[in-house]
């Protein structure tokens, strides 16, 4: 094959490539989706609510025994949950809803360390780069934080969203604490970091996070702090032909969001 056909070959899937990524970016968030991820947050934050404080305490023998030996030889507990109406499925059309806990053991660390880490927004940029490109605190109001984080998700493609956010704390007893997080705004950014960088129309974008809820849980116990974080989040579904693509993103990152954010709680808990 001479090098000019080889080109020119070269040029033609370049050429179809960046045709399906065009493409395939292409996606609208409808209100039947909205509707039905938001009757899932209900039903997730009614177990909340209603359960155990920590995951692993709901947990039956040996299960629970097994999953608190992990952590507290200094390993990570990553489950993936899902929430279930009346012993069913939650139907979400149009989307994917993504649902993991973490849970992670510092010894000798407190609640209250670890909430002044949680809340010190200005520094997320630096505490969990490069995740976390951009943050800011944009107002406080007692323990309800408004917050603005640009997140790096890289997987396959690298996508970059703005988003803003509303954190409740609160301390529902002397030895724990909680944080519920909602995401208020997310769109997509093309051309990040560049002049001419721009917001796509949120809700009509690529569609790999939509939404994205956090749920944080301290706890002191047996020495240290139990840190607990579950985050629901929405993404577009996998479109036909497109797997490639967008199945490792949209499937991979939750889990792996959720893995590097523990992690480095963790790691700056220790270190303090």
Same mark, same amino acid.
Request: with cysteine.
């Given at each position: ?26 996606? *609208? ?134 988003? *803003? ?22 769109? *997509? ?84």
């Amino acid at each position: 094959m001479s090098r000019r056909l080889s080109g020119v070959l070269l040029l033609t899937v370049l050429a179809v490539v960046a045709n399906r990524e065009m493409t395939v970016a292409a996606a *609208e968030l409808q209100p039947r989706t909205v509707a039905a991820f938001d009757r899932y947050v209900r039903a997730t934050e009614s177990r909340l609510t209603l359960g155990s404080f920590l995951w692993v305490d709901g947990l039956a023998q040996p299960r629970r025994a097994d999953v608190l030996a992990l952590v507290r030889r200094g390993e990570l507990s990553i489950e993936r949950l899902s929430t279930l109406e009346g012993g069913r499925e939650i139907d979400v059309p149009g989307g994917l809803v993504h649902h993991w806990v973490g849970t992670a053991f510092v010894p000798g660390a407190t609640p209250d360390q670890a909430l002044m880490l949680l809340q010190n927004y200005d520094q997320h940029e630096r505490i969990y780069s490069p995740a976390v490109a951009r943050s800011r605190l944009m107002a406080r109001d007692g323990d309800e934080f408004r917050i603005f984080l640009r997140f790096m998700l890289k997987k396959v493609i690298t996508v970059v969203v703005n988003s *803003e956010h509303v954190a409740r704390f609160r301390r529902p007893g002397n030895d724990r604490a909680e944080g519920w997080i909602h995401s208020t705004r997310i769109a *997509e950014v093309d051309d990040a970091g560049e002049p001419g960088e721009r917001e796509k129309p949120v809700g009509n974008d690529g569609g790999y996070l939509w939404r994205l809820n956090t749920y944080w849980r301290l706890l002191a116990r047996d020495g240290g702090v139990y840190v607990q974080c579950e985050s629901v989040s929405l993404t577009r579904g996998i479109p036909i032909g497109f797997g490639w693509l967008v199945g490792p993103f949209v499937t991979s990152i939750p889990r792996e969001s959720l893995t590097f954010t523990l992690q480095t709680t963790r790691a700056q808990l220790a270190a303090r």
